[in-house]
């Protein structure tokens, strides 16, 4: 027997010997004539498992080896030996694998994998398993996984493998939530939203858009997002834009739906007045102000004030809590034009309304004003009358006395 791998001397072959194939094992042998008789008649035959053999290095496998020699005079030897040769099992994994996380729960490691050995043949079904993360991937989380093969033949000769498998998180699309605006509001499709794969990393500026939303024009508008990894995964996310119709502006004409009323004493304390109707009358140059409540509704509540249905500057007035009372100041009341106008108090609760008057005071002088006693005017010019010319003859009187005296003492 000879190992002809790494040029080893001759091994004479005995009876159950092991073998290793990568030691290209080649068989030989050597017979004389031990009497010297008739000499050997050939060289010596060799078979092996039942065939002539070739001559060339076995291949792994149990082997039953005869070897025969003849002498002249029709002697025979025969010498049988059996042996192995070891081979080396190999692992089929079936190489790496790349799956989503809902296919993992249906995920078999030992799927499509085989192991074989020269001696034992198909050895399969004692091949072991182990995941280098056996919770994380049984949870599914996107990632690289190791599976480790192992097998041992009936020898005791181990054979070892391993395989990836790969986790692949589809790409993610973020932001596309149903949303509300108004009519005549501004839009951006893209404001809020983002993509992302946990391979590919960021891939917002690779997202579509299909569809469109008119702001001019109030309805329910479908916009459908879509966005493809490097490895072709798709994500589709379909959103729904509400444009709501622009709300009417206030009518400056019409009452408001909560009632406002002047404070009680607030006419003396500013000086307006009421028409029969319930208009507050405020006149330039006599004025000083004016008061508004509106009942129902907190201080809280309490949003701006407008006139003629014109929003105006905090500045111009001053709020406070009893329901809402609003005060519009003198120097704002002066600036509005001579007419009808509508002051809007608006909260959160609605609006209310309150027609105004503004007027210019007279500049006529101010008749006198008679007392509510009950008697006559021209009876009363007569006392007065009469108290006048006697005050004048309490004057005259003593002059004349005075003037008497002085003549009697000169």
Request: net charge negative; hydrophobic share 35%; proline share 5%.
């Amino acid at each position: 027997c000879d190992k002809t791998a790494d040029a080893d001397p001759k091994e004479e072959l005995t009876d159950d010997l092991v073998f290793n194939v990568e030691d290209l094992i080649v068989l030989s042998a050597v017979a004389k004539d031990e009497d010297g008789g008739s000499g050997l008649d050939g060289d010596v035959e060799i078979r092996v498992n039942g065939e002539l053999y070739d001559g060339q290095p076995l291949a792994a496998g149990v082997y039953g080896v005869v070897f025969r020699v003849k002498d002249h005079a029709g002697n025979e030897t025969i010498v049988i030996r059996n042996f192995t040769i070891t081979g080396q099992t190999v692992i089929n994994t079936g190489g790496d694998l790349a799956l989503y996380p809902e296919q993992v729960k249906d995920f078999d490691p030992m799927k499509g994998v085989t192991a074989t050995d020269a001696i034992d043949k198909d050895i399969t079904d004692k091949v072991t398993v182990k995941c280098d993360l056996p919770e994380s991937f049984e949870a599914g989380i996107p990632g690289t996984y190791v599976f480790s093969y192992k097998v041992t033949n009936s020898t005791g000769q181990m054979a070892v493998a391993s395989r990836k498998v790969k986790i692949l998180g589809r790409p993610q699309i973020f932001g596309a939530i149903d949303t509300t605006i108004t009519e005549g509001s501004e839009f951006d499709p893209m404001k809020g939203i983002s993509a992302y794969d946990n391979d590919d990393g960021n891939l917002t500026e690779a997202i579509k858009v299909d569809g469109s939303v008119d702001v001019a024009n109030p309805g329910v508008y479908t916009l459908t997002y879509s966005v493809k990894d490097s490895h072709g995964n798709l994500a589709v996310a379909v959103r729904k834009v509400t444009v709501e119709k622009k709300p009417a502006p206030a009518d400056p004409i019409t009452p408001g739906s909560m009632s406002v009323e002047i404070p009680s004493g607030s006419t003396e304390e500013y000086g307006v007045g009421l028409t029969a109707d319930g208009n507050v009358v405020y006149e330039k140059g006599r004025s000083t102000g004016m008061a508004l409540r509106m009942n129902g509704v907190e201080l809280e509540d309490f949003l701006y004030v407008s006139v003629d249905g014109k929003k105006i500057a905090p500045g111009n007035y001053t709020v406070a809590a009893g329901s809402i009372i609003v005060k519009l100041k003198k120097d704002f009341l002066d600036m509005l034009s001579v007419g009808k106008h509508v002051i809007g108090i608006h909260t959160t609760k609605g609006v209310g309304t309150k027609t105004i008057e503004i007027k210019v005071a007279s500049t006529e002088p101010t008749k006198p004003v008679v007392p509510a006693t009950g008697e006559s005017p021209s009876w009363l010019l007569y006392v007065g009358g009469l108290l006048i010319v006697a005050g004048v003859l309490f004057v005259i009187v003593p002059m004349i006395m005075r003037r008497r005296r002085n003549g009697n003492n000169k």
